[in-house]
């Protein structure tokens, strides 16, 4: 993803699952609802788009935690992340 390329309503979406961590390839809306943000990350997981987290057909991110950052002066983009609520991105 060209961090340059991406609008100011838009950000890169970084998921945690299964202690692995990747980013999905395209830019989503950085207002997007938490629903859309889970159902977007999971559908990646179960098809292998996120590089760096294994396919995983039973994916859950229900009770997941979604953060979202505005840009700063060392990430010059937004940013949404969805966690665990655990360390280590346990299931």
Sequence with gaps: ????????????????WAGQNGDLPDAVPFGATEGDIRQWAAEAIRTGGIA???????VNLRGFVVDRFAPNEARP?????????????AK
Excluded: H, S, W
């Design 1 to 16: 993803m060209n961090d340059n390329a991406m609008r100011a309503d838009e950000a890169r979406l970084n998921v945690t």
């Design 52 to 58: 760096g987290i294994r396919v995983d057909g039973n």
């Design 77 to 89: 983009y937004n940013l949404i992340q969805i966690r665990p609520k655990t360390p280590f991105g």
